[in-house]
């Protein structure tokens, strides 16, 4: 997912001139495989957070803690993504040599999206004292970005 510079477009209005860039852009995006990996992602992520959510309420509602049911959910959901991620989002992108290596920059990538998340939540909620969504709206649209960056250019590299 490299921005490359694109000449200026001599004579046209700056607005079309910047829908030809977003075209361009997506253009190579879809040559280089990224646009349809991104895609992917987005579909197997929406997939693994709908089954993180039942975990979780299924757990926190009627079993433990809401702390331990949304570890739990995280676990499982950590399993399954990698596989997903691995065997749909990612597929046929960069080597599958090494296996643990894959695997743990995996996991290290996903912590590093609990971080953000959790991050979210203390400097939106807690911090700021603003209400329980504003942490929602970064992890919908920055978290997914910075982990489809780390899949995409460390982890399935």
Known sequence: MV????????????????????LRQVEQW????????LI???????????L????YLGLARRVVSPQVAGLTAYAVCVVIGY????????????????????????FMASLVGQALNSGFIWLLTEHMNGPTWWAVIPQLFVT?????ALNRLWVFA
């Open 3 to 22: 921005f490359r510079a694109v000449p200026p477009l001599g004579g046209r209005r700056k607005g079309k001139g910047c829908v030809i860039v977003i």
């Open 30 to 37: 879809r040559d280089s495989g990224a646009l349809g990996q």
């Open 40 to 50: 992917r992602f987005v579909l197997t992520g929406g997939v693994v957070t709908a």
């Open 52 to 55: 993180y959510s039942l975990i």
């Open 83 to 106: 596989v997903l991620h691995s065997r749909f989002s990612f597929q046929g992108h960069g080597a599958r040599d090494n296996t643990a290596r894959t695997t743990s920059r995996f």
């Open 144 to 148: 997914p970005l910075v982990a489809f």
